[in-house]
């Protein structure tokens, strides 16, 4: 300015270099933010105005003096918040409707919903009061990522179990049905170690998974992270000295916090990546999630349940599973991503399990022995060795699949002997898995049977034979019939 004499000369200059893109990067760049609309540089009008502020006020004269418009308060601000926070989840217009009608507010509704929009986050749409605290917490709040980088192969096993959205043909019906399946995996290695599918994640299902899985790698992990359901959390299982994961030889258990998905996120994010990539690739017309469209998932139902339709079977669908499974295997490793999922997994060392497939798959109870027996349910167990041991407790060892012998062992687990059945349930022998799905398929038909009779209630079509008989026997008289010279017309007399 000095050189130019006058401000405005100045400016020009300034505008101009800019132009021609002679000025030093951090000043060019600061013009720019300074711009306004689709300008890009400020005015000339603009920068001497700046300049003046500046000479007479200093630095703090440069700060945009406008506050806007200050609002004022209509009296019903309070209210509004109050109806807005309900779990039912009100929309603006709702609110402004109960404002003006039910409390008398004289209010707009363009102001109801700009109040309500500029609510903080804790008291606006997605706030505590509106989603529940617990999903506020899971899908509003921070959450600490967990690593895995320290971690060995096969330190962790996860596992939770995921209810297939895919149809398949029952293997003793041939109806259409969801399987339930039960995925383990290593933390480490994202590596699934072991599946099974099942009609329900019991704690059967849970037990024979880990055995299976155990052996088939010969390996037990000094951890397992595991669900809080009552497949993973029995005395089947968790008993200090006779439970699974004791005698299986796994040193500590980790039950995740009930209704916390992101405690098992490895796990849930698999289930994720096998929907999007398996479920709805495979077989398209037989998925059944949330996404697919009711009208077509209705008539599969009705295309299956009328035999038009065969669905896949159980085995079809372990085959192509299996193979999915090992195409998702080579993949990227998310923390190691220069080795594939199976490539972590090999660098395995191994603890191999104390016991063979058979004897992990068994559940021990505690029972006394009297007359050289054991019973069990309705199962009673002979040898002539326990005859020393009557009166004294002993573990007892049963296989679901076999139910002709029964291990006996002494409380600190020394064998005694192998005791037969002797009281046989049916001619036919049934085990205890199938006197399970017996039990199981007959409460079903009990609460059917309910339901059944509480719609006939409901419908008026009940006839209670005991009810009609008392109001028979409280008329103490005779009905005469009567007729009339109206043959359409019959009149009964009591006397």
């Not at 700046?50 to 418009?69: F, M, S, T």
């Not at 497949?231 to 299982?237: E, L, M, T």
């Not at 669908?317 to 490793?333: I, P, Q, V």
Request: proline fraction near 5%.
């Amino acid at each position: 300015m000095e050189s130019t004499g006058t401000l405005t000369l100045a400016v020009d200059l300034l505008l101009g270099r800019a132009d021609e893109n002679e000025l030093p990067p951090h000043i060019s760049n600061a013009l720019r933010a300074c711009a306004v609309g689709k300008a890009e540089f400020p005015s000339r009008s603009r920068l001497c105005d700046w300049y003046k502020n500046r000479r007479e006020g200093g630095i703090d004269a440069l700060v945009p003096q406008h506050k806007g418009r200050a609002r004022t308060e209509g009296g019903w601000e309070a209210t509004a918040v109050a109806l807005y926070n309900q779990p039912s989840q009100p929309s603006y217009a709702s609110v402004h409707k109960a404002l003006t009608e039910i409390h008398g507010f004289t209010c707009q509704y363009p102001a109801v919903k700009a109040y309500l929009k500029a609510l903080p986050a804790q008291l606006g749409k997605h706030g505590p009061a509106r989603l529940g605290t617990n999903l506020h917490r899971l899908t509003q709040k921070g959450f600490v990522r967990r690593s895995t980088e320290n971690l060995r192969v096969g330190d962790i096993y996860v596992a939770d179990g995921y209810k297939a959205d895919v149809y398949l043909a029952h293997p003793m019906t041939g109806d259409i049905f969801r399987p339930e399946l039960t995925v383990s995996m290593d933390l480490k290695s994202r590596f699934i170690v072991g599946w099974r599918l099942d009609e329900h994640e019991g704690s059967f299902a849970v037990q024979s998974m880990w055995a299976e899985t155990f052996t088939r790698h010969n390996h037990v992990p000094p951890l397992l992270y595991i669900d809080n359901g009552s497949g993973y959390r029995n005395s089947f299982v968790d008993e200090e000295i006779t439970g699974f994961y004791a005698r299986a030889g796994v040193v500590q258990i980790i039950h995740s916090i009930p209704g916390n998905p992101h405690g098992k996120g490895w796990i849930e994010r698999f289930f994720n990546t096998m929907k999007e990539d398996f479920l709805k690739m495979w077989r398209p017309e037989f998925y059944c999630g949330d996404d697919m469209a009711d009208e077509m998932r209705n008539k599969i139902v009705r295309e299956c349940k009328a035999r038009r339709l065969t669905p896949p079977s159980v085995l079809q669908f372990t085959d192509a599973f299996n193979e999915w499974l090992s195409r998702y295997h080579e993949r990227k490793h998310p923390e190691e991503t220069t080795i594939s999922h199976a490539g972590v997994w090999r660098g395995l060392v191994a603890i191999p399990p104390a016991m063979s497939l058979i004897e992990l798959k068994r559940f021990i109870v505690q029972l006394k022995v009297r007359r050289a027996s054991v019973k069990h349910k309705k199962r009673e167990y002979k040898h002539a060795d326990l005859y020393a041991f009557n009166g004294q407790t002993v573990q007892v060892e049963l296989d679901m699949m076999d139910n002709r012998i029964a291990v006996i062992r002494t409380l600190s687990g020394v064998w005694l002997c192998d005791a037969t059945l002797i009281t046989p349930i049916d001619v036919v022998p049934v085990t205890m898995l199938e006197e399970k799905r017996i039990t199981r398929a007959s409460d079903a038909i009990k609460r059917l049977n309910k339901k059944i009779q509480e719609h006939e209630q409901r419908s008026g079509h009940l006839i209670d034979a005991d009810a009609i008989a008392d109001g028979a026997l409280a008329i103490d008289s005779t009905a005469t019939r009567l007729e009339n010279d109206d043959e359409d017309e019959i009149k009964l007399e009591l006397y």
